[in-house]
């Protein structure tokens, strides 16, 4: 029976049948008898009765098998050995993959005893091919191969059988299969090593690495990758590679680099607009606000010109701009100490879009036109640079000099910049100057007494300042060698001494104390002389008038008091309810300028004569009862040149309007107090006659609120507050009654210094536009004027304090009208009612009470001017007084008509509300944040007002009660009962 020719027809039915494993790619093939073909050149041994190769076409495709089948012959050892299989330096460890067949020994019949069913595999490593030299012995066993299926007639079963050959280590090697007696046929070898494929894992490339065991037989192979391209990481990366080809374990981790994002497995450049600063995992980012559009691959956007990025600011952040300058930048000495003052200002407008801001205030001292720094002495609480609040109290200032203070607004990105958001401000310390005495004058005499009266320096504050007289008779004085006088010390600029001798010179002295220092001023020298004893009257008088008779004198007297009565003074004998603590008895000393026949005589006295070529009119301010307001330059020779406001008169006046005209100026001269408007003086000798006074940078004070809503604090307003009282103390002190205090009458200075002004005498019957005609026959501003004074004209100091009440509620609500949008008719009814206006909006509570105070019934109950002076003062030291804030009832403090509108319908638009509680200005910011219905608006809670950009504190709680109030709507009057 021919085994050979059965088993080649079985074969082929294997191959067709056969499932060819494709390749996996970590498996590298050394050796493949398929892939070969029939040029294998395989070695038999021996040549002849061995193994045999065997050919097949299968659809069109030559197959090869090898087979051996001499089961019948006895001691069979037949070597089949491949050609030289070239080793992969490092793989040490190959693996055999054979498919094969093995006939079942029982299928032959009885002499096949001898018959097989395994064979063996063996290995022999060699440093180079040594052809077709075989000698069995070099070769050492592997492994036995015994089928796990033997093969039957009809019933063909291949076995895949892989092996492993370790320990490799010559350049390569051959394989050899010994038959020794089977009945087989291999027609699949293949030799193959393992590896683990290139990778890249976490942005990390490994190369492909042959599955080996490590060192020390480690099951794992330690491996070191590299980053990817734009990819960095702080340690080598690594991973294991298994002796199976696995990669585990991966040590390390790569990143992007700035600029690159990981997009797969590679780092991408950031798209142009984008960025990446830093060395991540994170994806670029669009380039924040403020910047430059970027190019490709960009670690940062560039800022815009004028914009800044901070070194501790994040490139993700917004590029911020510079702060423009602090705001109402003031300097108050009041209340303080010698040598000492305080700086306060108002946060800059614009922060640049930061929150960092901090102020530097630099001091320099000016004398002349040289400043120099302040140097090291001066101290400043709590610092002179990166201060967080906004005021600064500096001390050992020194009391004689001028300085110039500049407070920057900084913010984290003002180190960048060299422009400087500053304010400046000057200021002389007032109240340690020591003041001068001019103007030493004869106000009234008879013979035993003498009236004089003085005036001290502009710089000077009168009321804090008292005064020393000295005085003797002259031929007294000229007589002896040494001087007596009798010294007396005075708290008013203004004196009558009497029990002197009639017709006697007398020599007088004058020098001003300053309150702090009791330092004196130069003194003014005048003589004096008292009028002859009575009995001589007519004499004196005849000389006087020019030789008059007597009865035409008293006729006059007669025909002046009677005028006096029924004028316009503003004085009454029982007006003057301030009691003094003077230990001479107080003088009238305002003078009423009816008083003088020819009131020309009046402004003589009061008013010194400036010449027009001195005066130059630059631009009209305002307009006057009696012509334009100009701002203009007064340069006297001799004197430092100054702003002042020039008054005219316009053409085609009567004399009768030119004397009311410069009666405003014969009341004003009479004045010298830091809070009352200073006169510089009259142009009276030329055609058009002028008021000349100090120039007041920021205009009527009701006007500059209203333009400043929200931004001062009540720190600051109280301290206006206490100007004006002081310039009232005074003018009560003088027995003189203002009739229209109202913050339209306040003027207000670069310095924010509060002077009280409009002193004309027929001002409040013609000029004021408030003047109402009353019953009685006279024009009053109402809103402003005690019940008293409407009813029946009783004009009093007491007056003055229930108008100063309604300038306070001015000053605390920032310019509002006083009484809102109610009739004048109205507001009478409403006072005789007991209804009293209610607190403004975050009005300190004590202030509100000295409101209440002002505006009580019983005029004899209200405080006085010197009362209210104390307690404002005393606020200012303890300013955490200011703290407590009165109740505040939305409803009533914003104009109601237009909250809901008088007739109750709700607004058409968010811009007509915005426009009734007068915040127009951020129209913008609600369109642009979408709240564009009034539905939207009550939605809104103060944080969502914040982030539309309304920052002021004035304007925020403006807004927010505001929608308060249209939430809670009831009527106007009745909530502000007092
Ligand atoms: P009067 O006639 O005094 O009411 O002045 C009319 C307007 O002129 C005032 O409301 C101010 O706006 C302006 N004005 C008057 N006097 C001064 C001043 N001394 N400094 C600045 N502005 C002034």
Request: glycine content about 6%; hydrophobic content about 35%; some cysteine.
């Amino acid at each position: 029976m021919d085994y050979r020719r059965i088993k080649r027809i079985l074969f082929v039915n294997v191959f067709m049948n056969c499932v060819f494993i494709s390749l996996q790619d970590k498996e590298k093939v050394l050796l493949d008898m398929v892939e070969s073909g029939g040029e294998l050149g395989w070695l038999t041994w021996p040549d002849q009765n061995g193994w045999e190769i065997a050919q097949q076409a299968v659809n069109g495709t030559l197959l090869y098998s090898y087979f051996v089948c001499n089961v019948e012959a006895r001691e069979q050892d037949n070597w089949l050995r491949t050609t030289f299989i070239q080793r992969h330096p490092t793989a040490t460890r190959v693996f055999v993959e054979m498919r094969f067949l093995v006939r079942d020994c029982n299928s032959f019949n009885a002499h096949s005893l001898t018959c097989k069913e395994t064979f063996n595999l063996y290995a022999s490593e060699a440093d180079a091919d040594i052809g077709t030299s075989f000698r069995k012995g070099q070769f050492r066993k592997v492994a036995t191969i015994a089928p796990d299926e033997i093969s039957r007639v009809g019933n063909m079963r291949v076995n895949i059988e892989t092996k492993v050959v370790e320990n490799l280590s010559r350049k390569g090697f051959y394989l050899a299969f010994q038959d020794i007696g089977a009945c087989v046929a291999i027609y699949s070898v293949r030799v193959y090593y393992k590896t683990c494929p290139a990778t890249v894992k976490s942005l990390a490339a490994f190369p492909e690495t042959v599955a080996v065991a490590g060192g020390e037989n480690q099951a794992l192979r330690e491996v070191v990758g590299a980053c990817v391209e734009n990819a960095e990481s702080e340690d080598q990366p690594r991973i294991y590679c298994t002796v199976d080809g696995e990669w585990v374990v991966p040590v390390g981790q790569c990143q992007c680099s700035p600029g690159y994002e990981a997009v797969d497995d590679t780092c991408q450049e950031c798209k142009p607009d984008f960025f990446k600063a830093s060395v991540s995992n994170e994806a670029c980012e669009p380039c924040p606000k403020n910047t430059h559009p970027s190019g490709p691959a960009a670690v940062s956007c560039p800022c815009l010109e004028g914009f800044y990025r901070a070194p501790e600011d994040p490139m993700t952040s917004a590029c911020s701009g510079l702060p423009s300058p602090p705001k109402t930048l003031t300097a108050t000495t009041a209340q303080m100490a010698i040598g000492k003052l305080e700086l306060s200002w108002s946060p800059p407008g614009d922060t640049g879009g930061r929150s960092d801001i901090t102020y530097n205030v630099v001091c320099e001292r000016c004398e002349g036109s040289v400043c120099l720094p302040c140097g090291d002495k001066v101290r400043y609480e709590p610092s002179n640079t990166d201060i967080k609040e906004t005021s600064v109290i500096i001390s050992e200032l020194e009391p004689h000099l001028n300085y110039t203070f500049t407070v920057e607004a900084r913010n984290g990105v003002s180190q960048l910049s060299s422009r400087r958001a500053t304010s400046t401000i000057s200021t002389a310390l007032h109240y340690t100057d020591p003041p001068s005495v001019t103007g030493m004058r004869l106000v009234g005499r008879s013979s035993t007494s003498l009236s004089l009266s003085w005036s001290v320096s502009r710089r000077a504050n009168p009321s804090t300042i008292r005064y020393k007289l000295m005085y003797c008779e002259k031929e007294k004085d000229e007589a002896k060698t040494g001087k007596t006088y009798t010294v007396l010390v005075l708290e008013k600029n203004i004196v009558e001494i009497s029990h002197l001798s009639p017709s006697t010179v007398y020599l007088f002295q004058v020098q001003a104390l300053s309150p702090e220092s009791n330092v004196g001023s130069n003194s003014v020298e005048e003589e004096f002389s008292t009028l002859p004893e009575v009995g001589s009257t007519a004499v004196i008088l005849g000389a006087v008038a020019g030789g008059g008779a007597i009865l035409l004198i008293v006729l006059v007297v007669l025909l002046l008091r009677k005028r006096r009565k029924n004028s316009h003074t503003r004085q009454g004998p029982e007006d003057a309810y301030f009691s003094s603590s003077e230990q001479l008895k107080p003088l009238k000393t305002y003078v009423d300028p009816h008083t003088y026949e020819d009131p020309n005589t009046a402004v003589l006295k009061f008013a010194s004569e400036i010449h027009p070529s001195h005066i130059t009119k630059q631009k009209v301010i305002g307009a006057g009862e009696f012509g334009e307001v100009f701002r203009g330059i007064l340069k006297v020779p001799g004197r430092k040149e100054a702003a002042v406001a020039i008054k005219t008169l316009k053409p085609g006046y009567t004399e009768k309007q030119r004397q009311d005209f410069l009666s405003e100026a014969s009341i004003m001269g009479q004045f010298s107090h830091q809070n009352i408007i200073r006169l510089e003086g009259v142009v009276t000798k030329f055609k058009h006659a002028m008021i000349i006074t100090e120039y007041m940078e920021n205009g009527a004070l009701d006007k500059y609120l209203r333009d400043h809503d929200g931004e001062m604090s009540s720190f600051q307003l109280v301290g206006m507050l206490r100007g004006i009282a002081a310039g009232m103390k005074y003018l009560s002190d003088m027995s003189y009654v203002h009739r229209d205090l109202a913050a339209r009458n306040i003027l207000v200075n670069s310095n924010l210094e509060c002077k009280v002004s409009d002193f004309g005498l027929s001002r409040v019957l013609e000029d004021d536009p408030e003047g109402t005609y009353t019953t009685s026959g006279g024009k009053i501003p109402i809103r402003w004027t005690a019940p008293e004074a409407i009813a029946y004209r009783k004009f009093t100091s007491a007056s003055d304090v229930w108008s100063f009440g309604i300038v306070m509620w001015e000053v605390m609500a920032f310019g509002e009208r006083p009484y809102w949008d109610m009739s004048n008719h109205e507001v009478m009814k409403a006072i005789n009612e007991a209804f009293r206006l209610p607190a403004p909006m975050d009005c300190p509570s004590a202030v509100y009470q000295l409101m209440l105070q002002c505006w009580l019934q019983d005029r004899s109950k209200r405080p006085r001017f010197q009362d209210i002076l104390s307690l404002l003062d005393k606020l200012l030291k303890s300013p955490d007084s200011l703290k407590t804030i009165a109740d505040f009832d939305p409803r009533v403090s914003i104009r109601l008509p237009s909250t809901s509108g008088s007739d109750g319908s709700p607004f058409r638009s968010v811009s007509e509300w915005l426009e009734s509680i007068k915040m127009s200005q951020y129209s913008e910011n609600f369109s642009m944040a979408g709240i564009v219905s009034m539905e939207q608006v009550l939605q809104m809670k103060s944080e969502d007002i914040r982030n539309i950009g309304v920052r002021l504190p004035g304007h925020l709680k403006r807004i927010a009660y505001s929608i308060l109030g249209l939430k809670d709507q009831t009527s106007t009057l009745s909530v502000f009962a007092v």
